[in-house]
């Protein structure tokens, strides 16, 4: 609203709804860059919004949106969904520690364990509030099983030799 002194006021209504529970099921659309990992199971809650914000102050802090690729492009939706379904988000454009507490704080994967209102105002007054550490699955390492034709597979070459033997 001014620059002099700063008073800045975010506003996206993307997804506006009007939540009278915690958590709403819809069937959801956003910008998926901005969007948290629930966003395929159409779950809206207050925690969405803080995901939001972490995306845009991790985009602000580090120079460039966390999705964005190395020639400037951003990542396609299916991708950034699928990255936020293995890893959490990569920081490490974000070189201030203080704002990286709060990126990583409003971008914890898990809804529940996300950053909200309480944790940001002991951010905001100079406290360093705790972060469930967010796991990391190298896309290698996953050790999802499929059956298929009576059979169990975890390699995804096995399973389409199968698809074409099937």
Partial sequence: RSVSPLDLVLVDFGLAR?????VRWTRAWGTPAYSPPELGGGEVSAAWDWWSLG???AELAGGRHPFELTDGTMMADQ??????AQRPVDLTAVSDQRVA??????LTRDRERRWGENHVSEWLAGRSPAVVADSYVPAGARTRSVLFG???FTSPVELAMAFQQH
């Fill in 55 to 57: 995306m845009i102050v």
């Fill in 79 to 84: 991708q950034i969904q699928s990255s936020l």
């Fill in 150 to 152: 009576g059979a169990e």
């Fill in 101 to 106: 507490l709060l990126c990583r704080g409003l």
């Fill in 18 to 22: 009007a939540l009278d529970a915690s």
